[in-house]
């Protein structure tokens, strides 16, 4: 019975992969063709620049189909068991429903772990890179069109931050600082042309800087001193992650990152709803698998006629689609409605698996 479970094992996994990377192969096409625009646009950015920067996109890619594609590969293998018998066999053999679950269990934890280790390292590093790759051959920094908006509290007062643009060193540019005293009133106004960090330090070391300090009592009656400087360095708990997140995707970082800025927008009294429902998708995410690979193990109790596994396939990929779907469904609607984050991203997942369940319940007691 291992022998035959490891054969399963290895069937689905092939399954898997072989999905896996056709959906790959068009992505890939649709990124390539998108990037012939740069092409195009950019003088130092040519076809070689383009296919490589395709490429360093593969691993979000891989991160964000593997629960469809692990949905799909074991519907078809167990489809296929069923259709050719080989899965009454297995259960005739003593492969009752339990160790049926169990043994499909075990694949969905290990795509789960494969999943996490894309998102939460492979897929990041990757996309740092081709940002970083692009970035030398156009001569562009990654630019936000609004800017990164963020505020901290201190001993003395709160300070609003914009920065404009970070570049993949972790040189930001153009940055605004705005300190309030504990009143609200304005006190001063510094901008920078550039600042790296120093992280041993937690001080950012900014170049190009203009400060004006606010005195008086009235806003009329204020009068400022100004202090131009070829150097300020600037202490606050801001880092490069946070930057980075309130910049870019918060879909495309860490998970460790992302929960560093939402314990950092909750100590300065922000909003953290939307970034706290991002985090607990990407907890989530990985789980997903084992939430897919379940809800294949039912169509290995049907019976099929020949021509059918098409169909079952097409079935697969519907309710896949279906998940992920809701799944940005109930993200928004979390985000609208404040509901708790966990719950928001753990919704999807905890009705699929119900269903799953309780279909599979219904035809093992069927039988």
Same mark, same amino acid.
């Given at each position: 019975?291992?022998?035959?479970?490891?054969?399963?094992?290895?069937?689905?996994?092939?399954?898997?992969?072989?999905?896996?990377?056709?959906?790959?192969?068009?992505?890939?096409?649709?990124?390539?063709?998108?990037?012939?625009?740069?092409?195009? /646009?950019? %003088?130092?950015?040519?076809?070689?620049? #383009?296919?490589?920067?395709?490429?360093?996109?593969?691993?979000? *890619? $891989? +991160? @964000?189909?593997?629960?469809?594609?692990?949905?799909?590969?074991?519907?078809?293998?167990?489809?296929?068991?069923?259709?050719?018998?080989?899965?009454?066999?297995?259960?005739?053999?003593?492969?009752?429903?339990?160790?049926?679950?169990?043994?499909?269990?075990?694949?969905?934890?290990?795509?789960?772990?494969?999943?996490?280790?894309?998102?939460?390292?492979?897929?990041?590093?990757?996309?740092?890179?081709?940002?970083?790759?692009?970035?030398?051959?156009?001569?562009?920094?990654?630019?936000?069109?609004?800017?990164?908006?963020?505020?901290?509290?201190?001993? /003395?007062? %709160?300070?609003?931050?914009?920065?404009? #643009?970070?570049?993949?060193?972790?040189?930001?540019?153009?940055? *605004? $600082? +705005? @300190?309030?005293?504990?009143?609200?009133?304005?006190?001063?106004?510094?901008?920078?042309?550039?600042?790296?960090?120093?992280?041993?330090?937690?001080?950012?070391?900014?170049?190009?800087?203009?400060?004006?300090?606010?005195?008086?009592?009235?806003?009329?009656?204020?009068?400022?001193?100004?202090?131009?400087?070829?150097?300020?360095?600037?202490?606050?708990?801001?880092?490069?992650?946070?930057?980075?997140?309130?910049?870019?995707?918060?879909?495309?970082?860490?998970?460790?990152?992302?929960?560093?800025?939402?314990?950092?927008?909750?100590?300065?009294?922000?909003?953290? %709803?939307?970034?706290?429902?991002?985090?607990?998708?990407?907890?989530?995410?990985?789980?997903?698998?084992?939430?897919?690979?379940?809800?294949?193990?039912?169509?290995?109790?049907?019976?099929?006629?020949?021509?059918?596994?098409?169909?079952?396939?097409?079935?697969g990929v519907m309710i896949g689609v279906s998940f992920f779907l809701l799944n940005n469904v109930f993200g928004h609607i979390g985000n609208l409605q404040s509901w708790s984050p966990w719950l928001a991203a753990a919704l999807p997942g905890m009705?699929?698996?119900?269903?799953?369940?309780?279909?599979?319940?219904?035809?093992?007691?069927?039988?």
């Open positions: 019975m291992s022998t035959l479970r490891r054969l399963i094992d290895a069937e689905i996994f092939w399954s898997v992969a072989t999905v896996t990377l056709g959906f790959l192969g068009l992505f890939y096409f649709f990124d390539l063709v998108e990037e012939l625009k740069a092409v195009a /646009q950019y %003088q130092g950015y040519g076809y070689a620049q #383009a296919v490589i920067y395709s490429c360093l996109l593969i691993p979000n *890619h $891989i +991160y @964000e189909l593997l629960p469809i594609t692990v949905l799909i590969g074991t519907v078809f293998v167990l489809a296929r068991l069923a259709q050719s018998s080989e899965f009454t066999i297995l259960r005739t053999s003593g492969l009752g429903p339990v160790q049926a679950l169990r043994m499909l269990a075990r694949l969905g934890l290990i795509f789960a772990v494969i999943t996490w280790v894309m998102g939460d390292y492979m897929a990041p590093w990757a996309e740092r890179q081709a940002k970083q790759y692009k970035a030398v051959a156009t001569g562009k920094a990654v630019i936000s069109q609004s800017g990164a908006w963020l505020r901290e509290r201190g001993t /003395q007062g %709160q300070q609003t931050i914009n920065i404009s #643009a970070a570049k993949l060193n972790g040189e930001i540019t153009d940055i *605004h $600082i +705005y @300190e309030f005293d504990d009143q609200g009133k304005f006190k001063s106004m510094t901008t920078a042309l550039s600042g790296t960090h120093d992280e041993e330090n937690e001080v950012w070391h900014l170049q190009g800087v203009q400060r004006r300090v606010f005195t008086g009592t009235g806003t009329s009656a204020m009068a400022a001193r100004l202090d131009v400087m070829a150097n300020w360095d600037w202490v606050t708990h801001v880092t490069p992650e946070m930057v980075s997140v309130a910049l870019l995707n918060p879909d495309r970082m860490p998970t460790y990152d992302l929960f560093r800025y939402v314990r950092y927008l909750q100590n300065n009294d922000q909003s953290s %709803q939307r970034y706290e429902i991002v985090f607990w998708n990407k907890v989530f995410y990985p789980i997903s698998c084992l939430v897919m690979i379940v809800l294949a193990l039912p169509f290995a109790y049907l019976h099929f006629r020949s021509g059918q596994i098409a169909n079952l396939v097409f079935v009705i699929y698996s119900l269903i799953s369940l309780l279909a599979f319940g219904w035809l093992v007691l069927r039988r």
